[in-house]
DNA sequence: TTGACAATGATACTGAGTCTCAATATCTTC
DNA sequence: GAAGATATTGAGACTCAGTATCATTGTCAA
């Protein structure tokens, strides 16, 4: 994610709260700071821990009712891989339509976009009597040309 | 899913338990009937309840023991709808690629299977340099059409 | 029948996420 | 800039799905 894309996506959170009549407090101004500044996927937690670093009076509680609000304004989607807690997922301003897939072997995760998915989505989904509203693709896999290539490093090693 | 289907999963999961030395309790009896007994999606707790009714000595911790074995065995499978409990699917015996759609305004659950989806999955996946294990797209929509015919009772009504 | 050991239930525990509430900060109006 | 209305805060109690522990019981091959 280029700087700019950052502070746009920055800005506009600004914009959502302030359409909703929510204040633009200093620790939501942290929790936004550190969402828009890692194209990382994160969890609550290491977001609690990361924007704690720019200001420490960040407390969990506020992280966790932040979060809705990201995901509500569209530029952060919240997903499942499986596991006992949430990933959180900041690419969507940049990238609203992207799947992931997930190296079984080393956890390795690849994002990915298809004009060809979403399209047959959309078939699948008319054709059902429904009308898309989001999407989650996981594909889980192993990494064959990497393992070969010696880029998969099985977790066991 | 047919009386004959049921009877063939039930089997298949004796004998994958045979295959791993695994014992045949009165209790594994109770739940795996309960399992291939229904083609619902259902919760662990929700199978706890029901195969109570079998045998009442079916405890929590033997489901939540039983439940990976099934998954393990490929019979069931075990999804993710964004609530914070697990959802287990009985119908991947008959139709193992199968996903789902989702109505946000009423819950409706609709199953679809789909060659081309398959096909543009295992494209994307190679293109990648990966091999698919397995995969799990949720697609979340408004039955619109069935809406128009009265039959999507939101849930506020 | 016996013995090795897999499986069991009860229950304590874990950990992500939610709720509560008194104290505090923001923002609008004057 | 002060005041007032009210949105937001942190601390910590709480919830609840799922896991771990352990003494007891059941299975099954020999
Ligand atoms: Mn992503
Ligand atoms: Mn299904
Ligand atoms: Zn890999
Ligand atoms: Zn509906």
Redesign the interface.
Same mark, same amino acid.
């Not at 059902?128 to 990497?146: D, H």
């Given at each position: 994610m280029a700087e700019s894309d950052r502070i746009a996506a920055k800005t506009k959170f600004l914009d959502f709260l302030e359409e909703k009549n929510l204040r633009i407090t200093a620790q939501r101004r942290a929790i936004v700071d550190t969402v828009f500044g890692t194209d990382q996927h994160f969890t609550a937690e290491q977001l609690l821990e990361w924007a704690k670093e720019k200001d420490s009076s960040v407390s969990r509680a506020t992280v966790y009712r932040t979060l809705p609000l990201l995901t509500e304004s569209g530029l952060v989607h %919240?997903m /499942?891989f499986?596991k006992d807690y949430k990933i959180y997922d900041p690419n969507y301003a940049d990238h609203p339509n992207h799947n992931h !897939?997930i @190296? /079984?072997d080393c956890d390795k995760i690849?994002e990915?976009e $298809?004009d060809?998915?979403d399209q047959? %989505?959309d078939e !699948? $989904?008319t054709g059902?009597?429904? #009308?898309? #509203?989001?999407?989650?693709?996981? !594909?889980?896999? $192993? @990494? %064959? %040309?990497?393992k070969r290539l010696g880029e998969c490093k099985n977790k066991g090693n």
């Open positions: %919240e /499942d499986g !897939i @190296c /079984d690849v990915f $298809s060809r998915l047959l %989505e !699948i $989904s059902l009597g429904f #009308k898309v #509203k989001t999407q989650q693709l996981r !594909i889980n896999a $192993s @990494c %064959e %040309e990497m």
